[in-house]
């Protein structure tokens, strides 16, 4: 089945700067590729998503890559603010029943 | 309003006490899953349901049953349960299997002793 392996397991970053986070998955048939965000306490919540159709996708101020050939997704954010601390999962999915597999996610910690 | 609820949010059981973890969604959704978040584990699938009557295992299986009667229902069932299902759960629904967003329950603590 797929494995998607996600990198780094927490990132501390200075408010204002920018946070990459990366995901590698193994079944090249995967063409979904979604990020949840988990608040402390929360449940996790779709905040982007590509489909391998698409290189690139953005949203104010995150944006998704997607390389297919070398089987590997980031999560850019930039201008990073305090409400951006969370727990990220990465996850992938071929469209089968099973459904999505996730990373194990990163703690982004925003520093004042 | 658009949701999915999970009964109980915390629980505290002794081993081998059946107990039933309730989830329902009101969005009309065909595909169901259970989820369980361990530290440093991330999210791993117990079971899902493509419609109802449809079940079938994911990831972590073993201690746990689940069934789908009604569409909008998906309990999940520790039979025994054991130390090692103290976690935190999370029921998910989604209009279908494949590339649709997954809407999460609030999530159920579970501390089995």
């Known amino acids: 089945g797929e494995n998607v392996e996600q990198h780094p397991s927490t990132l501390s970053v200075q408010e204002g700067d920018s946070a990459v986070i990366k995901c590698t998955y193994s079944d090249s048939a995967s063409n979904y590729f979604p990020w949840y965000k988990q608040e402390l306490g929360k449940r996790p919540q779709l905040i982007i998503d590509i489909r391998s159709n698409v290189g690139e996708k953005k949203d104010q101020r995150i944006a998704v890559t997607l390389n297919k050939t070398a089987k590997h997704f980031s999560l850019h954010i930039t201008e990073t603010q305090p409400e951006d601390s969370a727990v990220y999962f990465c996850a992938a999915s071929w469209g089968g029943a099973d459904g999505l597999t996730f990373g194990k996610g990163t703690h982004l910690i925003i520093q004042p | 309003e658009a949701q999915v609820t999970q009964n109980p949010r915390y629980l505290i059981t002794v081993t081998g006490k059946k107990l039933t973890v309730t989830c329902s969604q009101n969005?009309?959704?065909?595909?169901m899953s259970w989820y369980r978040q361990d530290p440093g584990l991330g999210l791993r699938q117990i079971y899902y349901s493509m419609n109802v009557e449809v079940t079938d295992k994911g990831d972590v299986p073993e201690g746990y049953k689940v069934s789908r009667k009604e569409k909008r229902n998906f309990p999940l069932i520790l039979e025994s349960p054991s130390p090692n299902q103290t976690s935190l759960y999370f029921c998910?629904?989604?209009?279908?299997?494949?590339?649709?967003?997954?809407?999460f329950g609030p999530g159920t603590r579970l501390t089995v002793t």
């Open positions: 998910a629904s989604s209009r279908e299997q494949g590339f649709y967003e997954q809407y």
């Open positions: 969005m009309n959704h065909e595909y």
